[in-house]
């Protein structure tokens, strides 16, 4: 059974760091897109960032040259460190996977909680 599995949220003021990570189990993601999307409380989910298995990379405008998403596919993980944080930043952030070729995301983790205060 496939699990994306995030960890690494929590409570930081803005201006400040937080990494978060997401184990990809059930499977080898090698050959697999990996990202992020969030959604803040009365908001649409929204795309973070995404990498593919030859690690190109894309970003929302909103986090363009403060966030960067990275893989190890030796250890079936996907992060991504945030700098800089805003208050707008504020969200549930979940990892999301899909097969090679596909538009759709196929899996999608539980989440992981990122508050920032002001």
């Known amino acids: 059974q496939v699990q994306l599995i995030e960890s690494g949220g929590g409570l930081v003021q803005a201006g400040g760091s937080l990494r978060l990570s997401c184990a990809a189990s059930g499977r080898t993601f090698s050959n697999y897109g990996m990202g992020w999307f969030r959604q803040a409380p009365g908001k649409e989910r929204e795309f973070v960032a995404d990498?593919?298995?030859?690690?190109?990379?894309r970003y929302a405008d909103s986090v363009k040259g403060r966030f960067t998403i990275s893989r190890d596919n030796a250890k079936n993980t996907v992060s991504l460190q945030m700098n800089s944080l805003k208050f707008e930043d504020t969200a549930v952030y979940s990892c999301?996977?899909?097969?090679?070729?596909?538009?759709?995301?196929?899996?999608w983790g539980q989440g992981t909680q990122v508050t920032v205060s002001s």
């Open positions: 999301v996977a899909r097969r090679p070729g596909m538009q759709e995301w196929d899996y």
């Open positions: 990498i593919t298995w030859s690690r190109i990379t």
